[in-house]
C-alpha cells in the first residue's frame, strides 16, 4: 500500500539557484503553448510528445498537477524561459515497483528550451541550476532519474553531474535507465568539473 500522496515533498512557489536561474511553478493556462512549442522540437523527441495538440498538453500538465505528488517548473535566466523541470515522489509512480525508494528520493524530468543561439557549456548551466533546485530548493536528499535508455545526450549530462547508474527498466511507455544521484555524489561532481580546464 503506497502511503498519501499529501506526504510528499512541497516545492516552493520560487527558487533562485546560485548560476542566477529563477524558478517559479508551471502557469496554466499561460505557459502550455509555449513549452507546446518546445516539445515539438527535435531535441525533445524522448518527451513523446511531438505532434501533440496544445490541448493535449494543456490536459497532461493540469493533471500532473492535480495528482498531489507531482510539480512542474519553469527556469528563466535573465527573465527568458530556458528550461522545464518536472520533479515527483516516486513512491506513488511506477518505478516504484523496480528500486528500493528511500526517504527524501525525488524523481525529475527536465527539458531546455530550444537555443536561439549557440552558447558554450549552456546545457551544463542549466541542468546544475535544475539539480540546485531539486537538492536545495525542494529538499532531495537523492535525485532519481528514467531517461530512455537511447537518450545519449541526457545519460552524458547525468553522468557528469554524479548519477549512478543501475541498470535498464521496463517501464509502460520505453525502456528506461534508472539513475540515482546523492548530495554527496552531487557535490563530488561539481569539484570534479572545477578541476577541468575550460
Same mark, same amino acid.
Given at each position: $500500500?503506497?502511503?498519501?500522496?499529501?506526504?510528499?515533498?512541497?516545492?516552493? @512557489?520560487?527558487?533562485?539557484?546560485?548560476?542566477?536561474?529563477?524558478?517559479?511553478? @508551471?502557469? /496554466?493556462?499561460?505557459? +502550455?503553448? $509555449?513549452?507546446? =512549442?518546445?516539445?515539438?522540437?527535435?531535441?525533445?523527441?524522448?518527451?513523446? *510528445?511531438?505532434?501533440?495538440?496544445?490541448?493535449?498538453?494543456?490536459?497532461?500538465?493540469?493533471?500532473?498537477?492535480?495528482?498531489? !505528488?507531482?510539480?512542474?517548473?519553469?527556469?528563466?535566466?535573465?527573465?527568458?524561459?530556458?528550461?522545464?523541470?518536472?520533479?515527483?515522489?516516486?513512491?506513488?509512480?511506477?518505478?516504484?515497483?523496480?528500486?528500493?525508494?528511500?526517504?527524501?528520493?525525488?524523481? $525529475?524530468?527536465?527539458? #531546455?528550451?530550444?537555443?536561439?543561439?549557440?552558447?558554450?557549456?549552456?546545457?551544463?548551466?542549466?541542468?546544475?541550476? #535544475? $539539480?540546485?533546485?531539486?537538492?536545495?530548493? *525542494?529538499?532531495?536528499?537523492?535525485?532519481?532519474?528514467?531517461?530512455?535508455?537511447?537518450?545519449?545526450? /541526457?545519460?552524458? *549530462?547525468?553522468?557528469? !553531474? =554524479?548519477?549512478?547508474?543501475? =541498470?535498464? #527498466?521496463?517501464?509502460?511507455?520505453?525502456?528506461?535507465? @534508472?539513475?540515482?544521484?546523492?548530495?554527496?555524489?552531487?557535490?563530488?561532481? @561539481?569539484?570534479?568539473?572545477?578541476? +577541468?580546464?575550460?
Amino acid at each position: $500500500m503506497h502511503p498519501s500522496p499529501d506526504a510528499a515533498i512541497a516545492p516552493p @512557489l520560487a527558487y533562485v539557484s546560485p548560476g542566477g536561474l529563477v524558478f517559479r511553478r @508551471l502557469l /496554466i493556462p499561460d505557459d +502550455i503553448p $509555449m513549452i507546446h =512549442g518546445w516539445f515539438q522540437q527535435p531535441h525533445a523527441a524522448f518527451w513523446c *510528445l511531438q505532434g501533440a495538440s496544445v490541448a493535449e498538453v494543456r490536459e497532461l500538465y493540469l493533471a500532473q498537477l492535480e495528482s498531489g !505528488f507531482r510539480d512542474v517548473h519553469i527556469g528563466a535566466l535573465d527573465g527568458e524561459p530556458v528550461v522545464l523541470a518536472e520533479s515527483y515522489d516516486p513512491r506513488f509512480d511506477q518505478l516504484a515497483d523496480h528500486y528500493a525508494v528511500q526517504p527524501g528520493d525525488l524523481g $525529475m524530468h527536465i527539458c #531546455v528550451a530550444p537555443a536561439r543561439r549557440v552558447v558554450h557549456g549552456f546545457s551544463r548551466r542549466v541542468f546544475r541550476a #535544475v $539539480m540546485d533546485l531539486m537538492f536545495d530548493g *525542494l529538499g532531495a536528499r537523492r535525485v532519481v532519474v528514467e531517461p530512455d535508455r537511447h537518450n545519449a545526450r /541526457i545519460h552524458t *549530462l547525468n553522468k557528469t !553531474f =554524479g548519477f549512478v547508474y543501475r =541498470g535498464d #527498466v521496463q517501464l509502460r511507455e520505453k525502456v528506461a535507465s @534508472l539513475a540515482l544521484c546523492t548530495r554527496d555524489d552531487y557535490r563530488a561532481a @561539481l569539484l570534479h568539473l572545477q578541476e +577541468i580546464p575550460a
